[in-house]
């Protein structure tokens, strides 16, 4: 059994049907249904009793240990963060509450259970820490991508809030022994993404000829990860990662968002052509964002040299699978944006406390 936060939102739920596609292990999901938390992204495992729902926050000190308590898993896998870079600027107090406070809650359980473990139990426990590559800051276009070493420069509410859960995740590990995995990801892509996000915001507002909105001059560059690929890599460090370790994961796919802006216009293009022209000409450029970092970049060397993992996903293989899957799921599109997703959690599922 492991615990996974966050596990309904984007890369928690992906995670979560990944595993339980290559694994009979069960799950308890701990998600709190934030407005980016959507349980239809895990519909294929109602009544699949290797998933275990809980709603409730990871800052809920009562709730979290009683899970421990009662399910005694073996890991931990910590996804549950508030994670969007705009709404950090407007509204920092959540970020701060959710990855820094409730992020200090998780270790204090997790850690109390650990201490009263004994023997085999005890030694195969980890706790796994999904961080960002934001935490380092922004790179020249000169400049070496990160890597473990990189020193951080947090230069967002949500990426400061991101680095504060990083260190207390290396805190407990160094001052108690406790053991920690630390994970630093770049821009994840794929199925079921909020579309408050570049790419499927982009796709949402192409169909809907809106405007494509493009911050600055569109040259800011991030290094894209397929969701599935870090999936992958977190099953990976969970089993062979060192205790105390971190390990960057990137798709070696840098590309900036102009880029990634006309790639989409040229697929739908290419799979839904509409008659008043091609969807680049619904590209806009707009006010650059408050302290918008200039380029982010992974090196992956340490988790393909020390693990075995790399990725399998090319940017164009990626991109081709997220955009078909946007085209091939308009009822989860259009359910995200009314919020009748929330409408169908409610009825599926009561009150929430526990399902599954």
């Not at 950090?88 to 997790?110: H, Q, R, W």
Request: proline content about 5%; overall charge negative; some cysteine.
């Amino acid at each position: 059994m492991i615990l996974v936060t966050g596990g309904a939102g984007f890369i928690g739920s992906n995670f979560i049907l990944d595993w339980l596609s290559a694994s009979d292990e069960p799950v308890v999901n701990l998600d709190a249904l934030t407005y980016a938390g959507n349980l239809q992204n895990l519909e294929s495992l109602k009544g699949d009793q290797r998933h275990i729902f809980v709603h409730g926050n990871i800052g809920d000190a009562d709730l979290v240990a009683s899970l421990f308590a009662r399910y005694r898993p073996r890991a931990v896998v910590h996804f549950a963060a508030e994670s969007h870079v705009d709404r950090s600027i407007f509204g920092p107090d959540a970020f701060f509450k959710t990855n820094v406070m409730g992020t200090l809650n998780l270790l204090e359980c997790a850690k109390a259970f650990w201490d009263q473990t004994r023997g085999e139990e005890k030694e195969r426990f980890r706790f796994l820490h999904v961080s960002t590559d934001e935490v380092y800051g922004s790179l020249r276009f000169d400049e070496a991508p990160f890597t473990e070493e990189t020193p951080y420069r947090p230069n967002s509410p949500y990426s400061a809030s991101k680095a504060s859960s990083d260190h207390a995740v290396r805190a407990w590990f160094h001052t108690y022994g406790f053991p920690v995995l630390t994970t630093n990801c770049s821009n994840n892509y794929g199925p079921y993404q909020f579309p408050e996000k570049l790419i499927p915001l982009v796709i949402h507002n192409a169909l809907s000829r809106l405007p494509l909105p493009i911050y600055g001059d569109g040259l800011n560059i991030r290094d894209w990860l397929y969701v599935k690929d870090h999936c992958e890599a977190i099953r990976t460090v969970l089993q062979k990662g060192t205790p105390g370790e971190t390990y960057n994961i990137g798709g070696r796919n840098e590309r900036n968002n102009l880029t990634i802006v006309q790639t989409i216009c040229g697929l739908l293009d290419e799979w839904v052509p509409h008659e008043a022209g091609p969807y680049a000409n619904l590209i806009e450029f707009v006010k650059d964002r408050p302290g918008h970092d200039r380029r982010y970049a992974i090196d992956a060397t340490k988790i393909r040299t020390q693990l075995g993992w790399e990725p399998k996903e090319s940017f164009e293989t990626g991109i081709r699978k997220t955009v078909r899957w946007y085209l091939d799921h308009p009822e989860w599109v259009q359910g995200v944006l009314t919020g009748a997703y929330r409408e169908w959690t409610a009825k599926q599922y009561g009150s929430l406390r526990v399902a599954g």
